[in-house]
């Protein structure tokens, strides 16, 4: 049973617990972090997408980030 059909077994009381049975219970989403590569790579396509700009290099690589990230998202297979 998770906490969607058991209000119970709330994220607090499973931490309250001392239990690895319950701690086992917790499932956290694995960390995907792109390569300096692939965000350099998808910035620089940016870049060209809105006309070569000067002075976006901060924001297309925090954009590339981004969509790097929620590209991972979309595609890992699901559980």
């Known amino acids: 049973m998770n906490t969607l059909t058991n209000p119970e077994l709330s994220a607090q009381s ?3 617990s ?3 049975e319950n701690a086992s219970k917790l499932k956290s989403p694995v960390a995907f972090t792109p390569s300096s590569d692939d965000i350099a ?6 870049y060209q997408n ?4 000067d ?5 297309d690589w925090l954009r590339a980030e981004a969509e790097l990230i929620a590209e991972q998202k979309y595609e890992s297979p699901k559980h």
């Open 41 to 46: 790579y998808r910035a620089f396509l940016n």
């Open 50 to 53: 809105h006309g070569s700009a």
């Open 14 to 16: 499973l931490l309250s």
């Open 55 to 59: 002075g976006h290099d901060f924001q």
């Open 18 to 20: 001392n239990s690895t």
